[in-house]
């Protein structure tokens, strides 16, 4: 019984090696202190912290951007580089500051999957950040201030995965 089991997990493990590009054995962005400062008549600043969790990488950096309050000045198609350019994020929807869903993108290298420069992998993951799950706010007629809760993480999961190709 034991040994059957231990047998699966084995196997298991083993596809889970495999596949170690694959969508769903890839660990998910994390997003923490975010903070949203919207100035009325002047500029909104955003800023959030990514890590990507992946054994590979296991790496860190800062977002910021600052837009026309009102406006919709913050990156959508395109995404915009963070402190460290290996990330890159963007708007994949908005409502407003309340409401939102980033797009975060990671390059690395995988010797697994080739030699140099085919060791390329862009992940790419979405992660929803709204209040009052992930955000608190504080308003008054002239500034509306947004933090993420420092006990909340908000979760990217990848959905797309490319690697550079022959
Ligand atoms: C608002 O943002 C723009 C563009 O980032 C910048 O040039 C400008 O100095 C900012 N204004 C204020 C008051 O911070
Ligand atoms: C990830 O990096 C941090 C800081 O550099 C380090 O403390 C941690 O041990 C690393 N974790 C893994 C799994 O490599
Ligand atoms: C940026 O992150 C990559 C991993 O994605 C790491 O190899 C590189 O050293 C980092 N660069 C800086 C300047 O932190
Ligand atoms: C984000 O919200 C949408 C709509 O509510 C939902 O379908 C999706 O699963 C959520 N994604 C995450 C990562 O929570
Ligand atoms: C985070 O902390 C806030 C305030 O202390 C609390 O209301 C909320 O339930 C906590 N959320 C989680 C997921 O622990």
Same mark, same amino acid.
Not at 23 to 26: D, G, M, S
Not at 59 to 62: I, L
């Given at each position: 019984m034991h040994a059957i089991t231990f047998t699966f997990i084995l196997s298991g493990l083993f596809t889970a090696t495999i596949a170690a590009r694959a969508? =769903? =054995?890839?660990p998910p962005f994390e997003v923490t202190r975010a903070k949203i400062h919207q100035v009325q008549g002047c500029n909104t600043t955003f800023e959030f912290m990514v890590y990507d969790p992946d054994p590979l990488t296991n790496? =860190?950096?800062?977002c910021s951007y600052t837009w026309k309050t009102g406006s919709s000045a913050y990156p959508q198609a395109?995404? &915009?580089p963070c402190s460290n350019s290996s990330f890159a994020w963007n708007m994949a929807s908005y409502e407003d500051i309340y409401s939102f869903v980033l797009g975060i993108e990671h390059v690395f290298t995988d010797p697994a999957i080739g030699a140099y420069p085919y060791d390329e992998v862009t992940n790419?993951?979405?992660a929803n950040? &709204? *209040?009052p799950d992930s955000l608190w706010c504080i308003a008054d007629d002239e500034q509306t201030l947004c933090e993420?809760?420092?006990n909340v993480t908000v979760k990217a999961p990848i959905y797309a *995965?490319?690697?550079k190709r022959r």
């Open positions: 969508v =769903t =054995t890839t790496a =860190t950096a800062k395109e995404y &915009s790419f993951g979405k950040v &709204s *209040t993420q809760h420092v *995965t490319i690697a």
